[in-house]
DNA sequence: TAGTGGTCTAGACCACCCG
DNA sequence: GGGTGGTCTAGACCACTAG
């Protein structure tokens, strides 16, 4: 056994990972444990330790306590992706931010969002409808639902300045949530909203955010034409 | 000051989180050095360094060398999702899974694609479509070009009983990708092959795969209507 | 039950970077 | 310059689980 001296733990990721990618060890293949390695490698059990979980965690190796520490067979199954904020996402290409407010009134959800809500039936919400513009065109349409109990009377005048979303994640803490992509057919009003034809293809982001099981809000964002969401493996 | 005893890293990061969400800790504030909590929560800095970096990896904490540890402004800004082996999506979901090779031809590609893959003129690609169905019914359309030097002309015919996408993930090993998600309209064909209406808004995932900067395989994946992603935060 | 990964500890040194 | 996080080490004990 060749020894080598990798005293990191990022070139003992590094080792490995060209060896995975070489294929020395293969798919369902079990590598060598932690002490092994760590001699061959010079380096001490935590520093191979650190680097393998480091790997599972991207998922290209399956560890087990015992049965030792398995290559994935199927190498990548995550992506990780940012949620984009939305101003930030306008700024950082360069244009110019803009915010319209359509409408925010409160009134009984539909009865998917009263459900979701855990409201009884009467009980009144936040419905907040407003635009993100960048460089004054439509960018994306924000279609949100507030549970009262999140914000006041005050809060909901600035809405008119300040985009429900931004006031939200500075001002009320949560615990939990979800997101699901889809694509959609603009409907009348959304296509009004967006500037673009009824009928043309839009990418949604459902997102729903909670804390400890209590819906705060729940929003659809319809992003204009054309709209794509980038990640790397 | 309260002393407590916390030894292991996962309470330690519980009881960060739970200062978080009592915004005991609020966004934008510098939270205690590492020193002072491991002596705070009675344990080694060690241990309250795997808690925050955990939390800084998901977001919910800015570190910098001397500058400290902050409350990230903006709490989640990342979510990982799975990236969808559609046999597997299919089956797990408890439908039959299917599969039919549409065409598999030797052919130059178009010129965007051939960018892509740093082919010169008339170098010839893999063109493979085929049909993923769960139930007999059409689930996914794969419209895909590999690079030659990836597959040899026994391999091919294997496509008419194993996927592309299964015999790559199972024999070529790739370093990188990237994947973009986004929403569009049915063409004639792909409406006919995933028996919906020409017009009907479609969720597409491409996907392209890398080993050390030369591009393996480009595809895109186009689902039957209503289709939808879902993560969680 | 024995082998493997998971983790803690105490101490140490280093890299970074704010003031 | 000095305080902070980033990491390594050696040793130890524990938790899980395959055989």
């Known amino acids: 056994m060749t020894r080598m001296t990798l005293n990191n733990w990022q070139s003992v990721q590094s080792e490995v990972l060209a060896r995975l990618h070489a294929r020395e ?61 939305i101003r930030d996402e306008i700024t950082s290409s360069g244009s110019m931010y803009g915010y319209n407010l359509i409408s925010a009134l409160d009134c009984a959800p539909p009865s998917n969002m009263a459900e979701l809500m855990r409201l009884g039936p009467e009980v009144q919400a936040l419905h ?16 949100r639902w507030i549970n009262s109990d999140w914000v006041g009377p005050d809060e909901r ?22 997101i699901a992509f889809s694509a959609i057919t603009a409907s009348i009003a959304e296509s009004k909203f967006l500037s673009c034809a009824p009928g043309q293809a839009l990418f949604a982001i459902d997102r729903t955010t909670r804390n400890k099981e209590r819906v705060i809000t729940s929003v659809r964002l319809t992003f204009a034409p054309g709209y794509r969401i980038n990640t790397v493996i």
Chains 1, 2 share one sequence.
Request: aromatic fraction near 6%.
């Open 25 to 85: 060890w293969k798919p369902g293949e079990l590598i060598p444990n932690e002490a092994d390695l760590a001699e061959e490698f010079g380096c001490a059990r935590a520093t191979v330790n650190r680097a393998l979980q480091n790997l599972a965690e991207e998922g290209l190796l399956d560890r087990k306590r015992k049965a030792g520490t398995r290559v994935a067979i199927h190498p990548v199954r995550r992506a990780t992706m940012r949620i984009p904020v």
């Open 128 to 143: 907040v409808i407003c635009v993100h513009n960048a460089d004054k065109k439509p960018y994306v349409l924000e279609d």
């Open 157 to 178: 005048l600035q809405f008119s300045d300040i985009s429900p979303n931004q006031w939200l994640v500075a001002n009320v803490p949560f615990t939990a949530g979800d």
